[in-house]
Nanobody
Framework: QVQLVESGGGLVQAGGSLRLFCAASRGTFSRYAMGWFRQAPGKEREFVAARSWGGDSTYYVDSVKGRFTISRDNVKNTVYLQMNSLKPEDTAVYYC???????????????WGQGTQVTVSS
């Protein structure tokens, strides 16, 4: 069973950047496609981005294309979400996720992290 722990969230002004980290343990990290979801207050959980096992395929929700970049390091068992040009509407709890089967977009995942808060002030 894969365990995922996120970090890197915080408070940032609009237009700023943050980088989220997700460290994976207890599992063969390279077997899993990795992704990020987010959930804003009063809203449903939303898929944000995903990267395949070998890293050759990526997928982003339209609202973050050109601003967010997902990457992974299969040696460090870590996935990253670089977020640039942040907007107040990006404010949410961001969850790291892993799944064995690649699909686009993701509707769910096999494993989840506990979440990290990102707040973008206007």
């Amino acid at each position: 069973q894969v365990q995922l722990v996120e970090s890197g969230g915080g408070l940032v002004q609009a237009g700023g950047s943050l980088r989220l980290f997700c460290a994976a343990s207890r599992g063969t990290f390279s077997r899993y496609a990795m992704g990020w979801f987010r959930q804003a207050p009063g809203k449903e959980r939303e898929f944000v981005a995903a990267r395949s096992w070998g890293g050759d395929s990526t997928y982003y929700v339209d609202s973050v294309k050109g601003r967010f970049t997902i990457s992974r390091d299969n040696v460090k068992n870590t996935v990253y979400l670089q977020m640039n040009s942040l907007k107040p509407e990006d404010t949410a709890v961001y969850y790291c996720a892993a799944r064995l089967r690649w699909t686009t977009p993701w509707d769910t995942a096999d494993y989840w992290g506990q979440g990290t808060q990102v707040t973008v002030s206007s």
